[in-house]
């Protein structure tokens, strides 16, 4: 908790990079944003995030994950001067600091986010202070969710980088609305909101952890057992929840440490796969249809899903029950129709209606799935 915590100490510079960000969308820019191994999957979470807002109202911003490839040759080559460049440095990423530097020297703002050991020649440096990269990911995970949110605060505040507030915007953010309007009253509510937000998840893990801590170590005991006997675990999602899966994927397959690799798929991953079934067939088959040509008797399957209502996610859990796979399934809302599902064998439902947190917890909960269950192998 306590590197998490320290985010929220530092949430001034948090809420100044937010600042810099809306006027460079203000002025036309586009988000480039980069990472290596789990970093690119964070990558391509934020870009849903800023392309595809969770809240209503929200504008959608122009957001690219880049390939994770040659980034300084990416930027040098995509970038505008008014773009914004968002590298994920981790404990230290060679790559990224240099696409950072590119970016930095062809005039973007850059912002970067950094564990203990992560350099960056950045503007806005936002660091989670650990060197272990499961904690790392998941400070990042909430930095960059405040980082959208707050974005948004800055153009929706009288007196931000937009002009005038958003439909339902004094419901969201009152504090904006409550006398004092100028620049540095916003900054300062911001930080607070900030502030609140990560006290808020660390609050709903500590409840999380109490509330499934045996249940987390008997599903992890069932992994370890099926992966002894040669499972293959399949991961899942949509969206935001599709970028969780391949990081659920890596953590098995490309673990930290010394430890083997457990073989691990993402079904969200081949692009031409899913809107081959979404065109021909249908979207909802996405997820089964794959399951029922990779699955085996005994593998895994891992269902993400924010609201536990996704219909495709629900059909490739059913599917991969009448296969005779392992079902776990991550949702928020209390479960919502995920909890219904006579086909999972173990359900993880985070207590929250916000998107963002419920996400958050989810991070830790993959973590501690793939922790125990290396344990146990």
Known sequence: MAPLLALGESAEALALACRDMAERFTAGGRLLVFGTGVGATDAAHVAVEFVHPVTVGKRALPALALPDDDFAHQVRTLGRPADIALGFCGTGSPRVEAGLRAARSAGLLTVALAGSGGECDAEHCLTIASSDPLIV?????????????LVHVFFESPSGAADGPASGVEQLYPFLYGGGTSASSVLDAAADSARQKVAEVVTLRREVGAAYGDALAGCASELAAAFAAGATLYAFGNGGSSTDASAVVHAFLHPCGPV??????????????????????????????QIRAFGRPGDIAVGISTSGGSPNVLAGLEEAKRVGMVTV???GYGGGRMAD??????????????????QEVQTTLYH??????RGRD
């Open 329 to 331: 399934g991550l949702s």
């Open 341 to 358: 599902l006579t086909a999972l064998d173990h359900l993880f439902a985070v207590p929250s209606p916000s998107v963002h947190r419920v």
């Open 137 to 149: 990911k998941e400070g990042h995970v909430t930095a960059y969710h405040l980082l959208w949110e």
């Open 368 to 373: 501690v799935l793939w922790e125990a269950t």
């Open 260 to 289: 083997d690799p457990l073989p691990a798929v993402c079904l969200a991953a081949d692009v031409a796969v899913l809107t081959a079934l979404s065109n021909d067939v249908g979207f909802d088959v996405t997820f089964a249809r």
